[in-house]
């Protein structure tokens, strides 16, 4: 997997972004794990990803209101890794150099990739942050909002991604791979750049 370069991170960090401004000054495809979730939702039989069929299966009171934000982090099927040999897979079948993002990449799954370490690169976002960029992209209550009690349900959700963003922070120090805090005090331009010398472009 020498020709994939990696961003993953939590939501609303500016994976996309970044993403975009470096295939485009590089001559890079672009590949966004969030474009084919559903896709590889469809593809993902109930025996291999368990996790999956059983959110697929719920209500949005149940996914968003019923459960503790640890359950919602711990049973959520992408943070678990499931489908992800799906994006390897497709990865596999890019024949040119490409840069990947999306929170779906996990350092535990993408380690073993790695032919160099710093041909991945995590954003962590503060809370702060990703609320702010979420209120900006006007989607802060797009899932929280088809739930029965609104704010209640964003309460969970931000708890929720922040933990994961915890464990991103976690698991990148105990693997060794390069992270970089978005706080804001980084232009979007800035954060590209810092990026961009991560991944030795």
């Keep these: 997997m020498r020709h994939v370069y990696w961003i993953g991170g939590?939501?609303?960090?500016?994976?996309?972004?970044?993403?975009?401004?470096?295939?485009?000054?590089?001559?890079?495809?672009?590949y966004a794990t969030d474009?084919?979730?559903?896709?590889?939702?469809?593809?993902?039989?109930?025996?291999?990803?368990p996790c999956l069929a059983r959110f697929a299966a719920m209500s949005m009171d149940e996914r968003w209101l019923l459960r503790t934000p640890r359950t919602m982090l711990e049973t959520f099927h992408w943070y678990r890794g499931e489908g992800f040999h799906l994006v390897e897979a497709d990865l596999r079948a890019v024949p040119q150099p490409v840069v990947a993002e999306g929170f779906r990449l996990l350092p535990s799954l993408v380690r073993p990739l790695l032919g160099e370490p710093h041909r991945a690169v995590w954003l962590l976002p503060t809370p702060r942050f990703r609320r702010a960029a979420f209120e900006h992209r006007g989607g802060l209550w797009q899932i929280a909002g088809r739930t029965s009690d609104p704010e209640r349900a964003l309460r969970n959700l931000l708890e929720r991604d922040r933990m994961f963003t915890e464990r991103l922070r976690a698991e990148t120090a105990e693997l060794g791979l390069r992270a970089i805090e978005v706080d804001g005090s980084l232009t979007s331009d800035e954060l590209t750049t810092a990026v961009e010398e991560a991944l030795g472009l």
Excluded: F, I, N, Q
């Design 10 to 30: 939590g939501s609303g960090a500016g994976k996309s972004t970044v993403a975009r401004a470096l295939a485009a000054r590089h001559g890079l495809r672009l």
């Design 35 to 49: 474009d084919v979730m559903a896709e590889h939702a469809r593809r993902c039989p109930p025996a291999d990803c």
